[in-house]
């Protein structure tokens, strides 16, 4: 299944210039890799607004899927998690559950990470690590349940 994806990397120092954004694009060829068509990119700040703006822009250019990076650990300026909550229609808690469960096999931190999966409108949006091997890592350990789950959102309600 062709899943029309979007990626949106989140960090105030990339957004800058002071450093290169190495997320997106580790989830770029990852998303690559899974025969998914990357329709959009985007590099904001930590702040909700900026989030949630191209969390929208994604979805208004026909993804079905956006995967973002950063601003899900537990530094006062990540606002990843809050930012996709106003804006959910739903949360999907099995998607961060899993994420975290895996991760701790890799790195105790892993229990601060606050990961997570939530719809909005119809796409699929999962909040994925800043670090580009933890959200590569992360992406993995659910990419078997995202078709089903695209497939299921995207379907048109059919009328009695």
């Known amino acids: 299944m062709q899943?029309?994806?979007?990626?949106?990397t989140i960090s105030d120092r990339a957004s800058k210039g002071l450093y290169d954004d190495l997320g997106g694009p580790a989830l770029r060829k990852a998303a690559e890799g899974y025969?998914?068509?990357i329709v959009a990119e985007a590099l904001v700040p930590d702040e909700k607004r900026d989030i949630q703006r191209a969390i929208r822009e994604h979805i208004a250019k026909g993804c079905a899927l956006i995967l973002t990076t950063g601003g899900t650990g537990v530094a006062l300026r990540d606002v990843t998690p809050e930012a996709v909550r106003e804006i959910a229609v739903r949360e999907l808690p099995g998607f961060g559950e899993v994420m975290r469960i895996e991760s701790m096999k890799i790195t105790k931190n892993a229990i601060l990470s606050r990961n997570l999966a939530a719809v909005v409108?119809?796409?699929?949006?999962?909040?994925?690590?800043?670090?580009?091997?933890?959200?590569?890592?992360?992406?993995?350990?659910?990419?078997?349940?995202?078709?089903?789950?695209v497939e299921v959102l995207q379907e048109v309600p059919t009328s009695c």
């Open 121 to 149: 409108d119809q796409a699929l949006v999962i909040c994925l690590p800043g670090k580009p091997i933890g959200a590569v890592e992360c992406l993995g350990f659910v990419v078997g349940a995202i078709p089903h789950c």
């Open 3 to 8: 899943i029309h994806t979007g990626i949106i």
């Open 35 to 37: 025969g998914w068509k």
